[in-house]
């Protein structure tokens, strides 16, 4: 697949200017590396050095403080640390320099591991480094297009829309069958792409996940938990725990653990947070890996996912706070995909892929929904070509519009 530019570069840029240390997340594999070593270095001058190199990580583990020093030309040149959570006594001699010399811009650090979960980070770097998550690639950066930000002002509360005149959706159709993961969306075979997929899942529970530094992980129990949440994602942890043939806290520590290396998304229920939470897949090769992509709960997950990305994305590459999602079940049996819930406003959404208008009893669910939360939007995107207002609250909405 040919280099994408990356639309977090903007907010990247508008951060460099405000904070001493940018840090980049995302899981293996996202374009971590790419968007630093061909966009961010290039722009800032700066000298990109990976910990994957056993060299350098030997260096940083030794003397962190003298590493930053020698890379940074004596705190007069910028500089790039990939994969900084190899090495985390970095973190306190960033700290450490950054208290000395508070020069805007001159560190940045990547990870494939949540900062807050590595020992000491969370103190070390408050108030001095500005966050940014790179999730797979979105629509607009797979098909090159002008980026999107219309599906922002949806779920704010904002119905006046226009339908996307560009036909993007032979590229949804590849987003659900490959994902936004670069180098699984850029292969057409798709027993190559299980191989590749089979590579990287091993990669992350056999040794990414040991990094996190947390007793009793099992790689093989991980891989367990994976394929069946991409089953069920609907989450009981003691038929899991039975399942697998473990505790309660073991399968728990492990979900955990998919969480903190970006893997899997937690979304509680907004009618009860004590209830069940559904776990989602980040991106639908992984899902594709372990489903018939064909049947019809494989597609509504996989147009969930899809989702998913698109809101993470458009939400914070125009700088938007990042929305809270939720699944929503009733102890009425009503269901509804997704609940999405902005400073502004809460939207229910639910997900088709072939109907074009919901049935009695999703419009019984729908409104059973909007009684308990009346101040609430209610979207439906569907396969249709235009805008359908079906009441004040509930709108049909063309899928294409959320690419505009």
């Not at 529970?205 to 394929?227: F, H, K, M, T, V």
């Not at 039975?242 to 309660?248: H, L, M, Q």
């Not at 903190?260 to 980040?282: D, V």
């Not at 419009?363 to 929904?369: A, E, K, M, T």
Request: hydrophobic share 40%; proline share 4%.
């Amino acid at each position: 697949m040919h280099l994408r530019k990356r639309e977090i570069a903007k907010i990247f840029t508008k951060k460099s200017k405000i904070f001493p240390v940018l840090g980049l997340l995302g899981p293996r594999q996202v374009g971590k590396s790419t968007f630093l070593i061909h966009e961010w270095a290039h722009k800032l001058n700066a000298t990109y050095i990976t910990l994957d190199s056993s060299i350098e990580l030997q260096k940083a583990k030794k003397s962190p403080e003298d590493f930053l020093i020698r890379h940074t030309e004596n705190l007069t040149k910028k500089i790039i640390i990939d994969e900084i959570q190899k090495a985390p006594r970095l973190f306190d001699s960033i700290k450490f320099l950054v208290d000395q010399n508070r020069r805007i811009g001159l560190f940045t650090v990547s990870g494939s591991v949540e900062f807050s979960n590595i020992s000491g980070v969370r103190e070390s770097l408050t108030g001095r480094i500005g966050l940014n998550r790179l999730y797979p690639l979105n629509i607009s950066e797979l098909s090159k297009s002008k980026p999107a930000r219309q599906l922002i002002d949806l779920l704010n509360g904002k119905i006046n829309l226009k339908v996307n005149n560009v036909n993007l959706k032979k590229h949804k159709d590849t987003w659900l069958e490959r994902g936004g993961i670069p180098i699984f969306c850029g292969l057409g075979d798709k027993i190559e792409r299980s191989l590749q997929i089979e590579n990287w899942i091993q990669t992350i529970c056999y040794r990414d996940i040991q990094e996190l530094n947390l007793n009793n992980l099992n790689g093989s129990i991980a891989i367990e938990i994976l394929r069946l949440i991409a089953h069920e994602p609907l989450v009981n942890i003691s038929v899991l725990a039975k399942e697998i043939s473990t505790s309660r806290l073991s399968v728990q520590k492990h979900i955990n653990a998919l969480e903190s290396l970006f893997i899997i998304y937690k979304l509680p229920n907004y009618a009860n947070r004590t209830a069940h939470n559904q776990y989602s897949i980040f991106d639908t090769a992984l899902l594709n890996y372990w489903l018939d992509i064909k049947n019809p709960i494989s597609e509504k997950l996989q147009h969930k996912i899809f989702l998913l990305n698109e809101i993470y994305s458009q939400f914070q590459n125009y700088g938007q706070m990042t929305p809270e999602i939720f699944h929503y079940s009733s102890d009425s049996k009503s269901t509804v995909d997704l609940v999405i819930k902005t400073k502004e406003k809460i939207t229910g959404i639910n997900l088709y892929f072939k109907s074009t208008e919901p049935s009695n009893y999703e419009l019984r669910s729908i409104n059973s929904f909007l009684k308990k939360y009346p101040s609430a939007n209610f979207l439906i995107f569907a396969p249709i070509q235009e805008v359908n207002k079906i009441t004040k609250n509930i709108t049909m909405i063309p899928w294409e519009t959320i690419l505009s």
